[in-house]
């Protein structure tokens, strides 16, 4: 008999809070495909017991002419008992089929299965700051292998910044000689030094480190093997303090320390800037090349004759149009050797952008609106919501991290592409930690929505000092950022990924990665009902079971076990509190909620601080 199930209809089965959990049977994917039927039975074969041992049984057709069905980077995939097709258009298509197919086995053989799947965007990013502290060539390509794992295809490596420049130029050796160590390994330490010194690599307590260029000719094809392209990120005009330490000229004050934009007046910039791009182009062949742009300090522009001058020529008004200026001879420099630029979002108030630039918005979503509404290609990694360095959990009980506050739901949750005042309004809450209303939502329009290509999670450094921790950070968050990237939106469904991310949480842990338990406190939702609430509860780890109480005790295990919505009634405020238990024991941080019967309350994860 053959047994038909979808992900939709497993969706449908789920109620918001407190769906026991998927079907078994069905085997977890991330990201989930645009449409997968689960026929019974395996495909086995002698011999054969690892997924990649399946994957070289698998006849694999990649076709062009299949371009009209499964589009640039789509795949079928069909696996029945007698064995396993997958036919693509293009190699990066069947790499992407294999990556399902080794989603599909388990101890008893592949899965059969018929798949049809593509990605929602074109692009599909991963971050990682090497700057504020550094991370070894080999973590980057352990990073890389999950990003092809989970189908990403774009690494956005920010190899310059003012913790460090990490990336060698053979014409100016002193980025990396002076540039590529500090005298402090301990971001705040060293940040609130009077001056933040830079030193050689052999002086004692030297920290840093940079890649050669050998090094970097490594991981670009080794990323390329994943279908990966590796996008550099070289700062102008600001974050630039290791810039110079052995370049101070480049600078309006000529000074070593304390001063970290470029000067946009000097011609000298200009030539390192373009001198440094040759070779950046050179180890690179990503079509896009990332030139920072964000957050100039423009104090030292202000006072500085050459820029002053500059700008009475241009008939410039404002020290800003000098970003702009510096910003528009980048683009055409890029330009001029086949290179498109991308810049954080400050770049969308150039107006002479050209069709081909690419702004990350990461200031809320706002930059991003205004970028596709303007027909401005964007990507979409808002800092409110899709930067692993913010805390999980919460931020009273964790290590030290970034601002606010971004659990996986709350990454699940945003909407990358909001054409509609409500969907923007459902974003701009989760940015802002309050309700906002869609009365006051700017969004994209629908016609304009093509211009988002793509989702990105960045990964800033100043508070991960070590490969340990990165992985503590970005893992299992980026299993939501894979299937935000990937999957169409009418595929999303939070308690099917809840399921499916914690089953991919401990493979990445066999794996061998340290990563993130799921020990953040439970979720409460409230709903008023008349003059009384309905309370829902949800544990982030699906393994957990919630306990709680409502007399301001703290819950332990002999406390009433949350099964089903709780009714609150009654006229005076109560005191929630609600954690996670798993095996008799607490398993993560306690809520506290006090709730008025008659009031709703949900989280839009303020920053708790
Ligand atoms: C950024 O977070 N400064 C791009
Ligand atoms: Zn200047």
Redesign the pocket.
Known sequence: MIMKKTFSLIAGLCCMMSCAGPDNDIPALIPVPSEAVFHGGYYTAGGASSPEDYCRLAEVCVDSVRYGSVGEEGYELEVTRKGIRINAATEAGAFYGKQTLMQLVSGRGVRCAVIHDSPRFPYRGIHLDVSRHFFSKEEVLKILDEMGRYKFNNFHFHLTDNGGWRIQIDRYPLLTELGAYRVMKDWDGWWEMDSRLFCRKDDPGAYGGFFTKEDIREIVAYAAERHINVIPEIEFPA?SDAVFVGYPHLNCTGTRYGNGEFCPANEQVYEFADNVLLEVMELFPSEVIHIGG??ARKHAWGKCPACTELMRREGMTDVSELQCYMISRLQKFLNSHGRAMAG?DQIIVNDDLDSLSVS?T?RGQRGGILAANRGIRTVMTP?EIL?FDWYQADPKQEPKAMYGYSPIKKMYAFDPVPVTPESAAANESMVQGKYVSPDTSIFIRPEMAGYVIGVQG?T?AEYIPDEQHLEYMMFPRFLAVAEQAWSSPDRKDWQDFRYRMNVHRHILEARGWNVYDLHNAPEIEITASGDRSIMEIEPENPEAEVRYTLDGSDPVIGSALYSSPVMLSGDAPVTVKAAPFIGGRRAGYIRELTVTPGESYRDYYPYMD
Do not use: A, K, P
Request: glycine share 10%.
């Open positions: 974050h964000d957050e954080w990350y990461y800092g930067y960045s800033w």
